[in-house]
Structure formats: structure tokens, C-alpha cells
């Protein structure tokens, strides 16, 4: 145990025991996503407390609990990961309905947003049974809350959560494309090994901002804002950038004016049809719009539609 924790179990005590922890209940529990002391003195009480811990990883749950003093037998930690949830969710609720308190966790952060839980907690709320959230430490809201994202008056409310997009290519360009056209801010969330290949794929976004947040609460967290068209390049020039896990937002894109918003709707529809010189000179002549603005936003069109980068 480190002994930086023997007063944070002393407070979480005196802090949480006093609260009421229903028997045979599921208790959502979440941990830091990087530093041990992003834990929350009630999170540390359910942990104790719980008769039994449902984890994503057991080894790294047991070495998360001895690192804050938290004494549990290997038989009070089960196993539930993406591969066995399904089958450990009827061992939980055997518990509960024994009236067990069970905990569930994840190996960093709150359970069933990308981590394992969501089909545990449905067949607990299916079973009739009580699941209760113990919040903590995310990397969604920590990324948000150094983006800026959303202080644009023209940026649309809220955000949306895409987490993981899908590893296959054609797959996740059609999410990234659907993507494009949402006008709130996106949270992504991605692993280092495939970091190169998102930054590729949100290049045809061209100025559109992403704030980049790499080992967030960790000893080397990094955050930065870049253009989309410019993350591959912030990566190259750092080799370190290219470790640790990452949470990204897509800033919402810049609201473009009445007159500017028809001239690429009537051009999208030319380029449909006609030679992309044609379209570019009628979509001019039609709403006014530069020709030579239309001709470089018709490239870009044509490269998000083809899934290239855009052009220089």
C-alpha cells in the first residue's frame, strides 16, 4: 500500500459509511484513468465494502486495490470482459439476488461508456435488480474540459461521444464521414498503435480543430490543438507521440454564412451532374459566390467524397 492512501481510507470512511449502500445491488464503480489520486473517497468505501468486485482485469484490479491498502481474496474478484460478460452478467446477479453488494469496474475509468458493463447492467436492470453509479475519473469530460470546444456562440450545444471508431477501413471511413457533417463537437477516443491512421482520416477536414489529449492525468499527459489537416504532421514530430492512449475532440465546424451555405449546396448539386470546371462556373454565376473559392471547395469535395486528403 502506498501510505500517501492511509489517511485518503481513514476520510472515504468517515466521508461515505454514514451513506446508504442498499444490499443486492450493483455498484458501477469508476477508477482513475492515470493517476491513483483521481480516486473518490466514496469509490474507495464501495470497494471495500462490496462483497465480491466484477473486473475487466482481475490482476490489474487487485494491483489497483492493494496500491490503495484495500485487502481482497482472489475469490472475490471475477472476471467479466468483453469476451465472457454475457456469461460472468448470471454469476453477478446470482450474487445479488443472495443479496450481495457487488462492485463493477473497469481497468480505467467508468464501466460500460467504452469498457465492458453495459450488457452487465442491462441484464441486472432486466433481472429486476438495482444498479447504482459510483462516478469517478473519465477521459471524455477531461478532454472536453481543456478543448474549448464549445465556446464558439455558433457552436451547436453539447457533444457527442463516438468513442472507439471501427478498425476496419471501409467501416471507419463511413463513420468518419457521418462524423463530418455533425455540428457539435465529437469525443473520440483511440489507441496508440492506430493513432497515424486516424490522423490520416481526419485530414480531409481540412481547418476544422482537434484537440489531441495523449496519456491524460499521467506523468507525460500532453494536450494540444491543431487543424485536422495538421494532426499526422504534430505526431512526426515527436516520436513519444505515438505512445499512450489517447481522447480527442473534433471541435464543431465553423458555421458558414447564408450566402456561403448556398453557394455549396447549389455547387455539391452541379458537381453531381457536370464537369467539375462547369459546375464551378454556373455555381458562380448563380449565387455570386467567388470562382476561385468554389473551384479549391469543389477539390475538397471531391477528395472527402473519394476519402483522400485534400489538396494542398
Known amino acids: 500500500m502506498s501510505p500517501s492512501f492511509v489517511s485518503a481510507r481513514a476520510a472515504a470512511h ?156 471501409a467501416e471507419r471511413s463511413a463513420a468518419l464521414q457521418q462524423l463530418a457533417g455533425e455540428p457539435r463537437s465529437v469525443v473520440l477516443l483511440e489507441a496508440p498503435h492506430r493513432m497515424r491512421a486516424l490522423a490520416r482520416a481526419l485530414a480531409p477536414l481540412g481547418e476544422r480543430r482537434v484537440t489531441v489529449g495523449r496519456e491524460l492525468t499521467k506523468q507525460f499527459e500532453e494536450v494540444a490543438t491543431c487543424r485536422a489537416d495538421q494532426l499526422e504532421a504534430w505526431m512526426a514530430n515527436d516520436p513519444n507521440r505515438e505512445r499512450g492512449e489517447f481522447a480527442l475532440v473534433l471541435h464543431p465546424a465553423e458555421v458558414a454564412s447564408d450566402t456561403e451555405a448556398a453557394a455549396q449546396r447549389t455547387l455539391q448539386l452541379l458537381l453531381k451532374e457536370l464537369p467539375t470546371k462547369t459546375a464551378v462556373r454556373l455555381a458562380a454565376e448563380l449565387t455570386g459566390a467567388p470562382r476561385n473559392a468554389l473551384y479549391v471547395l469543389a477539390l475538397q469535395l471531391q477528395a472527402q467524397e473519394a476519402g483522400e486528403p485534400p489538396p494542398g
Do not use: M
Open 14 to 169: 468517515d466521508a461515505a459509511a454514514g451513506q446508504h449502500y442498499p444490499a443486492g445491488t450493483l455498484y458501477v464503480v469508476g477508477t482513475p484513468i492515470g493517476n491513483l489520486a483521481d480516486i473518490t473517497l466514496r469509490a474507495l468505501h464501495v470497494l471495500q465494502l462490496a462483497d465480491a468486485i466484477a473486473c475487466e482485469d482481475t490482476r490489474h484490479t487487485q494491483q489497483l486495490l492493494r496500491a490503495y491498502g484495500i485487502d481482497r481474496p482472489g475469490s472475490a474478484l471475477l472476471a467479466l470482459h468483453q469476451h465472457n460478460e454475457a456469461e460472468a452478467a448470471q454469476q453477478v446477479i446470482a450474487r445479488l439476488r443472495e443479496g450481495q453488494r457487488v462492485a463493477c469496474v473497469s481497468d480505467a475509468g467508468t464501466p460500460a461508456v467504452s469498457d465492458p458493463g453495459a450488457r452487465l447492467v442491462a441484464a441486472v436492470h432486466a433481472a429486476g435488480l438495482r444498479a447504482a453509479p459510483v462516478p469517478g475519473a473519465s477521459s471524455v469530460t477531461a478532454a472536453l474540459s481543456v478543448a474549448g470546444a464549445g465556446a464558439s456562440p455558433a457552436a451547436g450545444a453539447g457533444f457527442v461521444f463516438a468513442g472507439f471508431l471501427p478498425a476496419k477501413g
